[in-house]
Nanobody, 121 residues
Framework: QVQLVESGGGLVQPGGSLRLSCAAS????????VAWFRQAPGKEREGVSC????????EYADSVKGRFTISRDNSKNTVYLQMNSLQPEDTANYFC??????????????WGQGTQVTVSS
């Protein structure tokens, strides 16, 4: 069964950090770009970060540049999102997605259920 499973979310105070994981099963993400998206209630979905496979390049939304870092470990078939200096406006459900393209940004062809991140004091 082809699926993506996110983990690592939780409740954190402003200024704190979390590391999200996106683990794939049923297929190898080695050849594909993978992106993180987020959606908060009442807000549009936002592309947060993407890592390509074509050259390993990364892209970030302006709102998270300098605070978030995307990385991948192909040996574990997993993509990570390190989130530092978290702010209340980062509160959202975060999910990862991919398709068969090696380039950012992939279509949301395969996606997970997401993991909730709540930033609050």
């Amino acid at each position: 069964q082809v699926q993506l499973v996110e983990s690592g979310g939780g409740l954190v105070q402003p200024g704190g950090s979390l590391r999200l994981s996106c683990a794939a099963s049923g297929f190898s993400m080695d050849y594909y770009a993978v992106a993180w998206f987020r959606q908060a209630p009442g807000k549009e979905r936002e592309g947060v970060s993407c890592i390509s496979n074509s050259d390993g390049s990364t892209e970030y939304a302006d709102s998270v540049k300098g605070r978030f870092t995307i990385s991948r470990d192909n040996s574990k078939n997993t993509v990570y999102l390190q989130m530092n200096s978290l702010q209340p406006e980062d509160t959202a459900n975060y999910f990862c997605a991919t398709d068969v393209s090696p380039h950012c940004w992939p279509n949301i062809a395969i996606w997970g259920q997401g993991t909730q991140v709540t930033v609050s004091s």
